[in-house]
């Protein structure tokens, strides 16, 4: 079992950065691969960036430049890096570990992550 803590969260104005904070329990980063996701009210639950085990990275296209994920594992700790935020970025964030074993084509499907934080409020507005 590995449990996931997301902070960082909060209101910020458009143009704006946050760094969102994922505190893991694994001490292993690279046993997993850690993904981000997030919630906006009536919608779908959907990708926004991914790290794999091995360190490669990826990003759902309207975050692309914008957002970078990354990780530090002497802090057990993945993070969510958000620029120039823009008002359709307002969601809940989660943060979720899933298994090495996914292949990169399934990275962006939240069916493979195992594991879930309870997310962070992210509220973009002016």
């Known amino acids: 079992q590995v449990q996931l803590v997301e902070s960082g969260g909060g209101l910020v104005q458009p143009g704006g950065s946050l760094r969102l904070s994922c505190a893991t329990s694994?001490?292993?980063?690279?046993?997993?691969?850690w993904g981000w996701f997030r919630q906006a009210p009536e919608k779908e639950r959907e990708f926004v960036a991914a790290i794999r085990w091995s360190g490669t990275t990826s990003y759902t296209d309207s975050v692309k430049g914008r957002f970078t994920i990354s990780r530090e594992t002497g802090e057990k700790t993945v993070y969510l890096q958000m620029n120039s935020l823009k008002p359709e970025d307002t969601a809940v964030y989660f943060c979720?570990?899933?298994?090495?074993?996914?292949?990169?084509?399934?990275?962006?499907?939240?069916?493979?992550?195992?594991?879930w934080g309870q997310g962070t409020q992210v509220t973009v507005s002016s």
């Open positions: 979720a570990a899933g298994l090495k074993s996914t292949i990169w084509s399934e990275i962006q499907n939240p069916a493979r992550y195992v594991y």
């Open positions: 694994e001490r292993s980063l690279n046993t997993y691969n």
